[in-house]
């Protein structure tokens, strides 16, 4: 089967780093999308990741081991704003997303 | 680029009407855009996959007689809940796929109530 498997709840401190991990099972894999989900609003992409290591996008960087089925999204330098809920997305063989429930970041000042 | 807007916003109405979604890519051409479902706490449920000038791919559980995907143009689909009932009470939420990378662009989505 196809499963997502990402922490439920994360806490953190304004102005720290946070890394929210990511392992997955796909039947087939076309890359990794990390999305970010207010509380109320529609998911936003952030990131995708295809080959091995790590990509750079201001704050956020995510980083992808396909051998292992794992991946990490890391939020460096964390605003009140980067609360919600961090959506790790593989894609499988269909060009399918598949989803999990996300993990939910809190911010605490 | 890759804006997504829907339609509308929030909708509440009564038991057994129906209630039309609508999904409109604004700066590009969708030929493939998504239909999800959210309950609140729940991740992204799929119900269908909406290709331009076909039918609908519905994902198994999901009654296609109850909701009618019609994807018209390369910018427009439409989502129709069919004789509604408070447990379909939820968050509908459009996406477009655009990109090299396949990439989904979600719209803000719909908030229905069922009363």
């Known amino acids: 089967g196809q499963n997502i498997d990402q922490p439920t709840e994360m806490t953190a401190t304004e102005g720290a780093i946070v890394q929210i991990n990511c392992t997955y099972q796909?039947?087939?894999?076309?890359?990794l999308f990390w999305y970010q989900q207010h509380a109320g609003e529609a998911p936003t992409f952030l990131s995708y990741n295809v080959l091995d290591g790590l990509e750079e996008k201001g704050r956020f960087s995510s980083f992808l081991s396909r051998s292992k089925g794992y991946s990490y999204l890391l939020l460096k330098e964390l605003q009140m704003k980067d609360s919600a809920s961090y959506l790790c997305a593989p894609m499988d063989s269909n060009y399918q997303l598949i989803w999990g429930a996300g993990t939910k970041l809190i911010i605490k000042p | 680029g890759a804006v997504v807007s829907q339609h509308p916003s929030w909708v509440i109405c009564k038991s057994g009407t129906s209630v039309k979604i609508e999904c409109r890519s604004l700066d590009f051409q969708a030929t493939t855009m998504f239909w999800y479902r959210q309950f609140p706490k729940q991740s992204l449920m799929l119900m269908a996959t909406?290709?331009?000038?076909?039918?609908?791919?519905?994902e198994q559980g999901v009654e296609k007689d109850k909701f009618l995907i019609n994807h018209a143009s390369l910018t427009l689909s439409t989502l129709t809940v069919t004789s509604a009932h408070p447990e379909d009470s939820s968050f509908y939420i459009c996406s477009a796929r655009v990109g090299a990378f396949y990439e989904q662009y979600f719209g803000p989505g719909t908030r229905l109530t069922v009363t």
């Open positions: 796909t039947s087939g894999f076309n890359g």
């Open positions: 909406s290709n331009e000038g076909s039918k609908a791919t519905y």
